[in-house]
Nanobody
């Protein structure tokens, strides 16, 4: 079993920055890949970014490219989402997720374990 614990988030003005953290523990962590999703009120959960643990390849949703950065700390088994130049439309609950697969990581169905979610609110 894998436990996924998130931290960070909060309220920020448009143009500001926040950093989310996600710590995973449990079985053979090095074989897992990780992603971030978000869900705005009344909308479906959508892909934000993922990182391939081995090698560090990343992928981003078009809406966050150039503003968000996903990274990992292998020693701490932690993944981060640095969010800069935040916009009101970035508001939502952000979820970290762990996948045992290595393809199709922009799809929710590819993830096996999820964090508890953390609220990000960007005011205009």
């Amino acid at each position: 079993q894998v436990q996924v614990v998130q931290s960070g988030g909060g309220l920020v003005q448009a143009g500001g920055s926040l950093r989310l953290s996600c710590a995973a523990s449990g079985r053979t962590f090095s074989t897992y890949n990780m992603g971030w999703f978000r869900q705005a009120p009344g909308k479906e959960r959508e892909f934000v970014a993922f990182i391939i643990w081995s090698g560090g390849r990343t992928n981003y949703a078009d809406s966050v490219k150039g503003r968000f950065t996903i990274s990992r700390d292998s020693a701490e088994n932690t993944v981060y989402l640095q969010m800069n130049s935040l916009k009101p439309e970035d508001t939502g609950v952000y979820y970290c997720a762990v996948s045992r697969g290595d393809y199709g990581l922009q799809y929710r169905s590819r993830y096996d374990y999820w964090g508890q979610g953390t609220q990000v609110t960007v005011s205009s």
